[in-house]
Nanobody, 123 residues
Framework: VQLQASGGGLVQAGDSLRLSCAVSGSTFSRRSMGWFRQAPGKERKFVAAISETGAPTTYTDSVRGRFTISRDNANNTVYLQMNSLKPEDTAVYYC?????????????????WGQGTQVTVSS
């Protein structure tokens, strides 16, 4: 399976962006998906996850209520809608695919990663 993230950019605080992660291969509908981010000089952190069927979802506290993760199994794509962006959301955002829901949030070694997409939020 291969993952291709896109949709990042430079925006102002309060703006919105939607990230997409296109997944190749026939196993997408059987994988839990996650979004993660890595700010400069910091470790990669969990942002949001969605199960194979679209529910449940889970978020890190700092984005809950502003970000929404969703998926389109017909088109092998997972999305991250980001609203009310803040400068502290600036990071490289990565998507990951996991064979099991429980493996996503902990960034298991079993995750398959896509390349990142840069999100920069100016104040």
């Amino acid at each position: 399976v291969q993952l291709q993230a896109s949709g990042g950019g430079l925006v102002q605080a309060g703006d919105s962006l939607r990230l997409s992660c296109a997944v190749s291969g026939s196993t997408f509908s059987r994988r839990s998906m996650g979004w993660f981010r890595q700010a400069p000089g910091k470790e990669r952190k969990f942002v949001a996850a969605i199960s194979e069927t679209g529910a449940p979802t889970t978020y890190t506290d700092s984005v809950r209520g502003r970000f929404t993760i969703s998926r389109d199994n017909a088109n092998n794509t997972v999305y991250l809608q980001m609203n009310s962006l803040k400068p502290e959301d600036t990071a490289v955002y990565y998507c990951g695919a996991a064979p099991e829901w429980r493996l996503v949030k902990v960034q298991s070694k079993d995750l398959t990663w896509g390349q990142g997409t840069q999100v920069t939020v100016s104040s």
